[in-house]
């Protein structure tokens, strides 16, 4: 059984940092990427990456702030959030299929979110 299991979510000041984690199980994950949900508004990609790293893509609003990462040997993935603001508050949640995309349909599996804050 697959399953993705987040960690690393809390409460930030703006302009903090925090680096999130998803370990996954019971299978090897060709792509794997990071979606969000803040309260009212609809689920949004933030990041993905390929098998070996070297493809990723980010959304506007986190690029230059956000980096995705991967340990393939431990069958993680990691995102890296600096320079943090009010508006990324949201449910992170961390997915993973066959082809890095910013569109949520590829993905297979999910992971149960893990809730980022940021405030002061």
């Known amino acids: 059984q697959v399953q993705l299991v987040e960690s690393g979510g809390g409460l930030v000041q703006p302009g903090g940092s925090l680096r999130l984690s998803c370990t996954g199980s019971g299978g090897t994950f060709n792509a794997m990427g990071w979606f969000r949900q803040a309260p009212a508004k609809e689920r949004e990609f933030v990041a993905a990456?390929?098998?070996?790293?070297?493809?990723?893509y980010y959304s506007d609003s986190v690029k230059g702030r956000f980096t995705i990462s991967r340990d393939n040997a431990k069958n993680t993935v990691y995102l890296q959030m600096n320079s943090l603001k009010p508006e990324d508050t949201a449910v992170y949640y961390c997915?993973?299929?066959?082809?890095?995309?910013?569109?949520?349909?590829?993905?297979?599996?999910w992971g149960q979110g893990t809730q980022v804050t940021v405030s002061s």
């Open positions: 990456i390929g098998w070996s790293g070297a493809i990723t």
């Open positions: 997915a993973a299929g066959s082809i890095a995309t910013r569109s949520p349909n590829p993905y297979d599996y």
